[in-house]
């Protein structure tokens, strides 16, 4: 049998953290089994489904680099195809129309609460002939009295649903629309569905959709339902607790691979490996290894793995996710080293790429101001002299190389008899407007020689104002 596996999000806000790890562990199971992903939107809740929505899953999919092989479909394209399984239901008598208005349901409802009992259709119309004339109904799944249902849960065993638990769902409501559970029943079969993986929400959901599909005479698919994510706290995760949408931890710095790393670790294990290349989490994962528990969510984790990926991974792909940061932040990239350069140099120094678009900024362009702190330490009338000395020497050098900067360095600071911090320094906080920077050595060779003279003079006028005020 070939594996298909599925991401169906409902399109009613970004994608969020628990459906981008949903997505993952079936994306990786159908890789791993050498089978093929869908992507499925489902948005029947026409009234809370947005297109922003939808483009925001397509973005945070693409993001993350999680391809499927089919779609994406769209349920409410699909209306057709369900109604026509629905008046085959009926036809058969699997299914029949009811008549009873919602005031009327709410007040059984609420009668039912009021007695203790667990609210639910009472079958009234099940098998009622005496139909109304001109007035709208539902129709309803005539859900099995007797018996139960028994399915096996990857994640949690072998799961007993009694059916009379469960009552005869709308399968169609009075206006015309499909609802969910029925649109996923045959979504599922005509998709082919063979593994699904979703959150424990759904448990619920799957004695009802297992029943459908055995009266449609349709296969059914094995089932994992994974724990939800938690915050640091053990409360449900959600915005208090941070970044919960998937775009937003891109537009915060991190990496996809980082994301992803920390994603299939929540509830997932391998050994005590940590760290997960796409490659390998394909080649060991298992939907039998999810953990039952819930997973509670850590950023400082997150920001340890992304750091990792920022510092390992070839900087000409961390430069891909990082480009978009020095756009957003306004800085041309044209007129400067390559970002490959700057995040040889700058990775090691921050958490994420937006911090290192902001720290990184002075290899493209010249800054406004020095730094209040490091200008009156190091900018001081006593710079002056050495400031003019390792301008001129710099200036004077043939081979623009960290390896003869150093050594000009070294020799101006020598010649003048000073310690190197003397020299480097003022020097440092000249060219970068700060006292923090790689090396200088690097810096200077990725800002190239002529800029490196024009800000060198750009301090040394700066500590003549001082002078003279």
């Known amino acids: 049998m070939s594996v298909v596996t599925r991401f169906a999000p409902s399109p009613t806000g970004y994608l969020h953290v628990g459906g981008a790890r949903t997505a993952l562990y079936s994306w990786l199971y159908a890789r791993s089994q050498g089978g093929k992903f869908v992507l499925r939107i489902e948005d029947t809740d026409i009234e809370r489904s947005t297109e922003q929505a939808k483009q925001a ?7 993350l680099g999680l391809h499927h092989d089919e779609g994406p479909f769209y349920q409410t394209q699909r209306f057709d195809t369900y109604n026509q399984y629905i008046d085959q239901l009926l036809e058969k008598g699997l299914a029949y129309k009811c008549y009873m208005s919602s005031d009327e349901l709410n007040a059984i409802r609420e009668e039912q609460e009021k007695n203790g009992e667990k609210p639910r259709y009472p079958g009234t119309w099940r098998d009622r002939t005496d139909y109304p004339e001109n007035q709208p109904y539902a129709i309803r799944f005539k859900n099995p009295k007797e018996g139960e249902v028994v399915f096996k849960d990857h994640v949690r065993g072998e799961i007993h649903i009694s059916n009379s638990e469960l009552d005869d769902l709308v399968i169609r409501r009075s206006d015309g629309a499909p609802t969910y559970n029925f649109c996923v029943v045959i979504d599922d079969w005509e998709m082919g569905i063979t593994h699904v993986v979703r959150g424990e929400d759904h448990i619920n959901n799957t004695p009802r959709q297992i029943n459908i599909l055995q009266a449609l005479g349709a296969p059914v698919p094995e089932y994992a339902h994974v724990s939800m994510i ?3 706290d053990g409360k449900k995760l959600s915005k208090r607790h941070g970044a919960v949408s998937v775009m937003q931890y891109r537009d915060d710095g991190f990496l996809p691979q ?7 670790r929540l509830g997932w294990s391998h050994g005590d490996q940590e760290i997960f290349s796409l490659n390998e989490m394909i080649e060991h994962f298992s939907l ?5 528990s819930a997973s509670a969510f850590n950023t400082e984790k997150l920001v340890w793995l ?17 480009l978009w940061h020095f756009q957003e932040q306004g800085i041309d990239i044209n007129n400067g080293p390559s970002l490959e350069q700057v995040i040889a140099v700058q990775a090691e120094r921050v958490d994420t790429l937006k911090e290192l678009a902001e720290i990184s900024r002075y290899f493209y362009e010249d800054f406004a101001e020095f730094d209040a702190n490091a200008a009156k330490k190091h900018l001081r009338p006593v710079a002056k002299e050495n400031l003019i000395a390792v301008r001129d020497a710099l200036a004077a050098m043939n081979e623009w190389s960290a390896h003869n900067i150093q050594q000009t360095i070294n020799a101006t600071a020598e010649k003048l008899g000073v310690g190197m911090g003397k ?6 906080v000249a060219v970068t407007g700060s006292g923090n920077s790689p090396s200088l050595d690097v810096t200077l060779e990725l800002l190239d020689q002529s800029t490196v003279e024009q800000r060198i003079n750009k301090a040394i006028e700066f500590i003549e104002k001082r002078e003279n005020s």
């Open 423 to 428: 020299v480097g320094m003022p020097l440092r």
């Open 258 to 264: 980082a994301v992803l790393n920390y994603l299939v």
């Open 288 to 292: 039998d290894h999810i953990s039952k």
């Open 306 to 322: 992304n750091q990792h990926y920022m510092k390992t991974e070839p900087a000409s792909d961390v430069a891909k996710h990082a």
């Open 230 to 232: 938690l915050g640091d």
């Open 57 to 63: 899953i397509l973005d945070g999919m693409q993001w």
